[in-house]
């Protein structure tokens, strides 16, 4: 029986793609780099710094500067370039009400992830918001869910993750728990059932199905 969720921001809770692309693009155009908007989804939820280096060959040094130049455009414009997904405070509502311990994991920095939370008046309904506090070691997803994890005091057996892409899966995994996809986030299709989601809900509806039936 569960009794703790734990919930990936980007692509799980908040759509935030559009934001996150459009910053990815700001910095790679000060490199001489450039991609189509729909080819940086893969942005949204994993480390940058990782991604500047898997997808554009950047050196770690070179990565972490892009990650200071996402941040200009992201932190005054494309943090607010971005929605709950619909339905999603209701769908809370409904988990709160049913006794479930709700919490927040993602490698986004935890600031920006409140921020936006409270934006969005989800903030309330979570019991805990387990971010970055930096982006370097230590904020891997399995570490930042085992952070979470421990908060709540929260058994493996009692818990489940909710996320969208590979890598909420592995960190998942590496914790002991189970973990649920969500088809409406930003995974590249058949990426979660590759990587061994435990099962994928293609939409909202059948996600709070899993959860409340």
Not at 51 to 74: C, I, N, P
């Amino acid at each position: 029986m569960f009794r703790y969720l734990f919930f990936d921001f980007d692509g799980t809770l908040y759509d935030t793609v559009e934001g996150i692309t459009r910053c990815v693009r700001y910095a790679l155009r000060k490199r001489g780099l450039d991609a189509p908007l729909e080819s940086l989804r893969c942005f949204a939820g994993p480390p940058l710094d990782d991604m500047f280096v898997e997808k554009f060959g950047l050196t770690r040094e070179d990565a972490e500067q892009a990650v200071r130049d996402f941040r200009e455009r992201y932190v005054p414009i494309g943090l607010y370039e971005s929605q709950p997904f619909p339905g999603m405070k209701d769908l809370l509502r409904e988990l709160k009400a049913a006794g479930y311990q709700l919490a927040v994991t993602t490698s986004k920095p935890q600031v920006l992830a409140e921020e936006l939370l409270r934006r969005g008046e989800l903030y309330e309904l979570f019991d805990c918001i387990c971010g970055a506090a930096d982006q370097g070691e230590g904020n891997a997803k399995w570490q930042v869910l085992r952070r979470a994890m421990e908060r709540l005091r929260a058994p493996e057996e009692e818990s489940l993750l909710i996320g969208d892409t590979k890598y909420d899966v592995a960190g998942a995994r590496r914790c002991g728990i189970p973990c649920i996809g969500v088809g409406y986030g930003y995974a590249a299709r058949g990426e979660l059932e590759n990587a061994g989601a435990d099962a994928v809900a293609p939409d909202l509806a059948a996600l709070r199905e899993m959860l409340l039936s």
